[in-house]
């Protein structure tokens, strides 16, 4: 996790203009609308944890709206920091050409309702926002999309969330891909979501590409995992479909459609007529893939892949190096085109070769599936203030690793203290103080932080 924040991060501050300002919800404003509309390109609306009954429009703001997760790397956020759209209409709207700036971080969006019938949770029309590290749970639709909709030319990148729960009368009680949309759809845990059609994922005449995700327990008529329909050449690669359940096509099914399916183990799935996988009208590529009951195609096996506890969504394929007591069929056994970028016991296994399944193909999975804090940092410091430069106000975090009497103050250039943000005790653990320097001029401040036997500074830039 710790990796992907601090990417996640750094690609949002390099991307902020001089002038960017951090919003804070409730200190600033009573509602997370209210902020968002005060908002300009750039800013963050930064949230504290509580529960917020609205309907939120992004209006087309290109702004990181995020809980403190953003800013500590606490998983407690996510379940804490609570979007509930109150069963009237969906709880999230991108519908005004948002794009890839306009980022949701770290929330529960639950308790939606479609408007006009698409996207419970999250509704992206013709936009392209980054959707990542959030729980889209218990949302509804009639027609497309229970948890997110991405419909109409949008290409969001939708990464890192529990999307679990949701339900759609319609196509894809999880995610709905429909008309020419091509949403990065990566690192996610899809699971136990309804529909008509794809109860996991729908895909109508779009090429979205699913990758390294974990796609179970998800009901539907047809398609119970993935159901791609109606000249769909979507990209399908190095997920675990296990235990969906459908009519036709329990685990993957594929109507006119010349989807990839590479490196993807598909077991356990259920339907009468076809459990694993129904192909009709057409003979998609399918490749280097675990398929129980066996498939045609090169590289492809028939083998129990001996998940850890897939019963309790580790996917991790077992391995006598790791400990376990058989070694998977699934490792190096995937496109060797493809390689696993880190090989250890919690990512690939093996040589570079990439392995079939979740943890193969060159990526790294963040487990996102339970709201443990981590575990204290092991050492005394500050990271760079976030953002910087900065307008108004900025937030300094910091990690403790133990129980430490500390002040936190502010220096201008020359060494003069121009504010006393904190004197008292912390807990250990990773903290953050926000300034508020709307009173001060522009110029370079040091923010300093200090212990009993350690201090720690950062340079900091107002721009006004």
């Not at 949701?104 to 999250?122: D, E, M, P, V, W």
């Not at 990148?157 to 999880?174: D, K, L, M, Q």
């Not at 045609?296 to 083998?303: F, H, K, Y």
């Amino acid at each position: 996790m710790k990796i992907f924040a601090i990417i996640m991060i750094a690609m949002v501050v390099a991307a902020l203009p001089a002038t960017a300002r951090i919003i804070s919800i409730p200190d600033d404003f009573p509602s997370i609308q209210a902020g968002i509309l005060a908002s300009v390109d750039g800013d963050t609306v930064l949230v504290d944890p509580g529960t917020y009954y609205e309907n939120i429009d992004f209006s087309g703001r290109n702004i990181v709206l995020a809980s403190l997760f953003l800013i500590i790397e606490d998983k407690s956020y996510l379940s804490s920091t609570i979007i509930d759209g109150s069963g009237s209409e969906t709880v999230i709207w991108f519908d005004s050409q948002e794009n890839e700036s306009a980022v949701l971080y770290g929330f529960t969006i639950q308790n939606g309702n479609g408007a006009k019938n698409t996207g419970g949770g999250i509704r992206c029309l013709n936009s392209s926002p980054t959707i990542s590290y959030n729980i889209i749970k218990e949302n509804q639709s009639t027609i497309r999309g229970g948890g997110i909709y991405c419909g109409w030319y949008s290409q969001p990148v939708i990464s890192y969330n529990i999307i679990s729960g949701n339900i759609t009368t319609g196509g894809g009680g999880g995610i709905s891909c429909f008309y020419l949309s091509s949403p990065s759809i990566h690192d996610n845990l899809i699971h136990e979501n309804t529909s008509d059609y794809g109860g996991g994922i729908n895909i109508e005449f779009s090429n979205p590409e699913i990758k390294n995700n974990i796609i179970s327990g998800n009901t539907a008529r047809t398609g119970g995992g993935i159901n791609c329909i109606y000249n769909s050449d979507a990209i399908i690669r190095n997920n675990a479909v296990y235990k969906n359940q459908a009519e036709s096509g329990g685990g993957i099914r594929s109507l006119a459609s010349y989807p990839e399916i590479v490196n993807n183990i598909i077991w356990g799935n259920y339907a009468p007529d076809g459990p694993q996988l129904l192909l009709i009208s057409t003979n998609p590529p399918i490749t280097y893939c675990d398929v129980e009951g066996g498939w045609d195609g090169t590289g492809n096996i028939n083998a129990n892949p001996y998940f850890r506890n897939a019963d309790g969504r580790d996917f991790h394929l077992m391995s006598t190096y790791c400990g376990d007591p058989y070694d998977s069929p699934c490792i190096d056994a995937g496109d060797p085109s493809l390689a696993d970028s880190l090989l250890e016991c919690g990512l690939g296994l093996g040589e570079p070769r990439s392995d079939i399944g979740i943890f193969g193909g060159g990526t790294i999975m963040v487990d996102v599936r339970d709201s443990e804090t981590i575990d204290p940092p092991k050492t005394f410091g500050i990271t760079e203030n976030y953002p910087n430069p900065f307008n108004g106000s900025t937030v300094l975090a910091f990690d403790l690793p133990k129980q430490s009497a500390i002040t936190i103050s502010v220096f201008d250039l020359m060494g003069r203290q121009v504010a006393d943000l904190f004197s008292g005790v912390k807990e250990a653990g990773r903290h953050r103080i926000l300034w508020n320097a709307s009173a001060y001029p522009s110029g370079v401040y040091f923010g300093r932080i200090e212990t009993a036997d350690s201090r720690q500074t950062a340079r900091m830039v107002l721009l006004k």
